[in-house]
């Protein structure tokens, strides 16, 4: 069985920064896996220790500068990597989920994986579409905000536990091939080891183009613009005081009364 693990680079933020146009200011940013595909990866790494994958296989889109953060993956036990970048992605501000479906299905159908895991969300932009669009696109099985996933899979089925809204949820079956996407909770992501960050050096990494996973470059024409970028106002006021609590205890007393929350 091979699976098949979408990652990304995603930004990291400061808790001070500014804004310039429609961006974060670079000297703000910095770059990490993004965490509910360290969960996702976790999984298909569990998977292949329990016997029942024979490979990991992780598919990112992005430029040169994301390789040392998606080699995270391959020190943690994945055995390979395919990173897909273009020319014309350089100038694409904004990758909406259509376009990121139509490439990652051209790795899929490449790859040809029993399993395809990914992240429910990313942590940047906060979309949570792609694995789901990914599924529709192939004509998969899929299964969104997975939080268990029984590490058996016979028959070729997935047996697995995901989360509605409400806090219920739901134990369904998923014929394999599916598209499970991987909520946060499901296991414990583990550190890479000294030994697993030495090896991801050595491990492949395959670059491939538009063109090499036949998709044509007008993929990246997007109806979506981002048009402004901007803190919004807190809706309420946070009072702060300081002391003991001895001493600070009467003015809480004070304010909960002011707002009615005290008799």
């Not at 993956?73 to 055995?79: F, M, S, V």
């Not at 979506?224 to 003015?251: F, I």
Request: glycine fraction near 8%; charge should be negative.
């Amino acid at each position: 069985m091979k699976i098949l693990v979408t990652v990304k680079e995603v930004a990291t933020v400061e808790d001070e920064f500014e804004i310039e146009g429609t961006e974060i200011a670079d000297q703000y940013l910095g770059a990490d896996l993004n965490e509910w595909d360290d969960y996702a990866v976790e999984e298909a790494v569990q998977l292949q220790e329990a016997g029942i994958a024979d490979e990991v296989v992780t598919v990112t889109i992005g430029p040169e500068d994301c390789e040392q953060t998606i080699r995270q993956a391959l020190a943690k036990g994945a055995d390979r990597a395919v990173r897909v970048w273009d020319d014309a992605l350089e100038d694409v501000d904004l990758l909406d989920v259509e376009a990121k479906t139509e490439i990652l299905r051209g790795v899929v159908e490449e790859e040809d994986p029993d399993l395809v895991l990914s992240g429910v969300q990313s942590g940047d932009d906060s979309w949570g579409a792609t694995g789901v669009s990914l599924a529709e696109e192939l004509g998969f099985e899929w299964a969104a905000v997975v939080n268990h996933l029984e590490h058996d899979l016979d028959d070729g089925i997935a047996s697995v536990r995901r989360e509605l809204e409400g806090g219920v949820e739901e134990l369904t079956d998923v014929e394999l091939p599916a598209v499970l996407t991987i909520q946060t909770g499901i296991n414990e992501p583990r550190y890479a080891s000294l030994r697993g960050i030495r090896q991801a050096q050595r491990k492949p990494l395959d670059v491939q183009t538009l063109a090499d996973v036949g998709v044509d470059e007008t993929v990246v024409d997007s109806d979506l613009e981002l048009t402004d970028m901007y803190e919004p106002e807190s809706e309420s006021d946070v009072t702060v005081w300081e002391g003991s609590a001895e001493e600070t205890a009467g003015e809480l007393a004070d304010l909960l009364e002011e707002k009615g929350v005290a008799p």
